[in-house]
């Protein structure tokens, strides 16, 4: 009878641990999972303000060469000495001068080598008359 009574305690402990087990392996796998789920969001925002630290730069180094390319062109700058003057004419005064100017680099483009500089000079001059 002893027997039957330690083998029945035995049967309810190992059903009672055997009920236990897998509630606390789902809690152990939960709070890994928890955790994992930090490691990765917290990674994430390493990786996230990386890039944003790199397109900063990136952006800043585009504007500024963008910048040194306008300052070290000749043409460019020349063109922007003309632009106060051109603010300065009237309206159609200005829409003349821009198809003056069209005109000489039409001229420019069409003419050979051999009249380029006689042509450019004439319409420049009559611009100016």
Known sequence: MMMKEMNEIKMKRMKISAHLK??????????????KKKKETT???????????KMAKLSAMSSTNDNNHYNNDSD??????????????PSLRNMYMRLKIQQLFITE?????????????????SVFN
Do not use: G, H, N, W
């Open 43 to 53: 990674m994430y925002d390493r990786l996230l303000a990386l890039e944003e630290k």
């Open 76 to 89: 460019y700058m020349f063109l922007m000495s003309l632009l106060p003057q051109m603010k300065s004419l």
């Open 22 to 35: 897998p509630k606390q392996e789902s809690m152990k796998r939960k709070l890994f999972l928890i955790q």
């Open 109 to 125: 483009q069409k003419c050979s080598k051999s009249c380029r500089y006689i042509a450019s000079f004439t319409i420049f001059v």
